[in-house]
């Protein structure tokens, strides 16, 4: 792999972009397990608007360093200020805009699932395209344990993914599931062997990348917004997407590649 982008001993985050066009994003707090602090905050949100406006990147991997993927806020930054008002545009002016970034661009993010996930960290794992996990993963929804609630999106990821009551046990409990119990109740797409996790991440991503990435971004922002559409107009909208799609040089050169039996050569336009 080669990167782009060098980064100092005391950067928060870490961005490789690979010669295929994935951007391998890693939080990189290992001795505290990820958290997230304020500095963290805003070099992720500047990594991932980087990679969301990079047409050299076609896919994006997230994961972290160490034995965590992300424990959530840092607790040492959690004193100060308790009004309301500074406590909810703090939390939009960074963490929010990172997954609505995630979810909003055009391209699939994968989030690989090292280790850790709690709190906040869990559900930045769940504002993923895809959701892989380490079978040393755990994950959380810790906040009742604290006395709070689930923020950075969990309220929108956690019922669309394992249904509403499940949801509901995991954040009145806060209990922690391993990666084995994430995937029955389909909190996970995969788990894999520890070793393995990044190495299928990367060949996922690689997959993804190598794909007509204009179909795929269109798809991406379709299925997104799917729950909030009737039947008539889903199909409404597929038809209005679909004669746009049958315009561009990747269809064209799908249909022209499947005639001549060979892989075709997407070129995202």
Request: net charge neutral; proline share 4%; charged share 25%.
């Amino acid at each position: 792999m080669e990167t782009n982008l060098e980064n100092t001993v005391e950067s928060t985050v870490i961005l490789e972009i690979t010669e295929k066009g994935v951007a391998i994003i890693r939080l990189n707090r290992p001795k505290a397990l990820n958290a997230i602090n304020d500095q963290m905050k805003r070099e992720l949100r500047d990594v991932v608007r980087q990679v969301a406006q990079d047409p050299a990147v076609k896919a994006v991997i997230l994961t972290g360093e160490g034995r965590a993927f992300c424990a959530g806020g840092d607790v040492k930054e959690m004193s100060g200020s308790r009004q309301p008002m500074y406590l909810r545009n703090r939390m939009r002016s960074y963490l929010h805009q990172i997954i609505i970034m995630i979810q909003q661009m055009e391209k699939p993010v994968i989030t690989a699932v090292n280790g850790f996930a709690v709190g906040a960290g869990c559900n930045l794992a769940l504002s993923g395209d895809i959701i892989l996990a380490s079978d040393q993963a755990k994950f959380s929804e810790i906040f009742v344990q604290v006395g709070l609630v689930p923020d950075a999106g969990g309220f929108y990821f956690l019922p669309r993914l394992i249904g509403l009551h499940r949801a509901k046990e995991l954040v009145f409990s806060g209990k922690m599931v391993d990666a084995a119990e994430a995937d029955r109740i389909g909190l996970v797409n995969h788990v894999y062997p520890h070793e393995e996790l990044l190495p299928k991440a990367l060949e996922m991503a690689n997959r993804f990348a190598e794909g007509p990435l204009l179909a795929i971004g269109m798809a991406k922002t379709m299925l997104n917004q799917s729950a909030d559409l009737d039947l008539i107009r889903a199909l409404d909208y597929e038809a209005a997407v679909q004669a746009v799609m049958a315009n561009t040089e990747d269809h064209q050169e799908g249909v022209k590649a499947f005639a001549e039996k060979r892989k075709p050569k997407f070129s995202g336009k």
